[in-house]
């Protein structure tokens, strides 16, 4: 007697953040569907982004597959509830980063802690055949299959299989079956050109962990070529490329730059680019520099996301970036040379920041001009588990809490009480307006109209700057009187949130 048909249902979670974004990671992972097992007649999608679904769905189905978000783990509780007695395949930055503690508290859960396309088509394969979840578990075991982490009933302990990476140039186009809608809404159409970083040496980073330490990878340039060809082709007028580090080496970004090149000419369409990368790649251009980036704006590439983090050198060498801060500002000069839109990431606080640090940090921002732009860059430094700052904290007993599953981070706490009580009310003045500057980020990347984009970078630079002066504010004060209080601080963070409150009524 044959096994019934099995219905496979995929779950994408959704976002914190006030923003919509094409959900690639589906089409990517759709591609490793059995094609004889699962079909349009017994494999669904629910997008949390930008779907209306509700739960009790889920009781049709038999297998689910779920691709956590930073955030989600509150909404993947309930899901998770009513999926008892199903197979379900948990991926996605929670199973990546939690996947030993999640095991222990969802025991019949799969977790894939790396990239799926290296195991999703195998564990689908055994899914739709398998009795039950410790068949399934059983069978893992026995085939080592790779990217692997669950509750080992017979051991009473979590169980991880080997780490591996797969070969990006063999993969094909994803379909982007979303991108009509995402267009409709305004949103942000994504992909891929590479995953990794040519660095790889960041202490905070996680990629290390995730890509099991191999460094920059690119895909093929035919698979480029055809998905910024269909994406194009379905009306995209602005895509983000979702890399790491879109621009690598210089023989990737100039081809990059003409694949752009040649399909706009073929649909006649303007279409604008935008992708993160560092200063490293930036600066290992060395003398192709000037021409690169000319060339990157000639096609259309506009926004470029780099990882700046400190305008300190003792932070940066904390940070391990490779860099330092001259060169951090002689990049920075140069994109802004060529009208680049730049945001930059910036770690304000880390556990062993000093005053000295906190005001040669606010010179560079206000140095570089960085003081007028969208950037948020009094962030405190997130924590997270298997990178080399966790590490670093936990032995030197850093570390107050255990892991927040849902944000990702540990508490941890500084060396300087008076840096801390400051970095404790920034966080508290981005509780009031971080959901806004979501909001009016998503509007700036978005394909709104000039007028929303230009009414949203002032009132954005504006919320920034409440930040920028609130730290200014309390060196000056510091630095004046040799000491600074607590109540002088609250005074402080009381004044500038009057004069937020004050603009936005005006």
């Known amino acids: 007697m044959s096994k019934v048909e099995q219905k496979l249902l995929f779950i994408n979670m959704e976002y914190s953040q006030a923003e919509i974004n094409e959900p690639i990671n589906v089409d990517v992972l759709a591609q490793y569907f059995p094609k004889k097992l699962f079909n349009k007649n017994n494999t669904f999608f629910i997008y949390r982004d930008i779907d209306d679904k509700n739960y009790f769905e889920i009781e049709q189905y038999d297998i689910i597959l779920i691709s956590s978000k930073i955030s989600s783990f509150n909404e993947l509780q309930k899901i998770l509830e009513l999926c008892k007695n199903k197979i379900v395949i948990l991926g996605g930055i929670l199973a990546i980063c939690a996947a030993d503690k999640l095991a222990y508290i969802y025991r019949n859960v799969i977790f894939n802690t790396g990239e799926g396309e290296i195991n999703l088509e195998i564990l689908l394969r055994l899914a739709y055949s398998v009795e039950s979840i410790k068949e399934l578990k059983k069978i893992i075991k026995q085939q080592e299959i790779p990217n692997i982490t669950f509750w080992d009933e017979n051991e009473k302990a979590v169980y991880f299989t080997r780490k591996e990476v797969c070969d990006l140039k063999t993969q ?54 055809e998905e910024i060809d269909l994406l194009i082709k379905s009306g995209a007028k602005q895509i983000i490329f979702t890399d790491e580090d879109f621009i690598g080496n210089y023989d990737h970004i100039i081809t990059l730059c003409s694949i752009i090149e040649k399909i706009s000419r073929k649909y006649k369409n303007k279409v604008f680019f935008g992708g993160s990368t560092s200063v490293l790649t930036l600066l290992g251009l060395g003398e192709d520099l000037d021409f690169c980036l000319a060339r990157m704006k000639e096609v259309g590439i506009f926004l470029l996301f780099i990882g700046i983090e400190s305008g300190s050198d003792s932070q940066l060498l904390r940070f391990n970036k490779g860099v330092s801060s001259k060169e951090n500002e002689k990049i920075i000069y140069e994109l802004q040379k060529y009208r680049f839109q730049i945001d930059v990431g910036f770690i304000m606080f880390d556990a062993d920041t000093t005053m000295k640090e906190l005001e040669e940090n606010l010179d560079f921002i206000e140095r570089t001009g960085l003081i007028n732009s969208i950037s948020r860059f009094a962030k405190k430094l997130r924590i997270t588990p298997h990178t080399r700052f966790f590490q670093e904290y936990k032995r030197r007993n850093l570390i107050t809490s255990d892991l927040d599953i849902d944000e990702l981070f540990y508490v941890y ?65 510091y630095k004046e009187k040799k000491k600074i209080s607590p109540e002088t601080i609250l005074t402080i963070y009381n004044e500038c949130l009057e004069r937020e409150g004050q603009y936005e009524c005006d």
């Not at 379909?175 to 050109?193: A, D, F, W």
């Not at 706490?413 to 920034?426: C, E, G, Q, R, V």
């Not at 000039?450 to 609130?470: D, G, I, P, V």
Request: charged share 25%.
């Open 172 to 225: 094909g186009c994803p379909r982007h079956y979303k991108v009509s809608e995402i267009i409709k809404q305004n949103g942000l159409v994504r992909m891929e050109t590479s995953r990794g970083c040519p660095w790889n040496k960041c202490s905070f980073c996680i990629m290390p962990w995730k890509y099991c330490n191999v460094k920059w990878r690119m895909f093929s340039y035919s698979k480029i070529e």
């Open 413 to 477: 706490k500084f060396t300087d009480p008076l840096i801390n009580l400051i970095s404790d009310y920034i966080e508290k003045m981005d509780s009031e307006i971080l959901k806004e500057s979501y909001h009016l980020q998503y509007i700036l990347r978005s394909t709104n109209t000039l007028e929303q984009k230009e009414m949203a970078q002032k009132r954005l630079a504006f919320l920034r700057s409440c930040s920028y002066n609130f730290l200014r504010t309390c060196i000056n004060e």
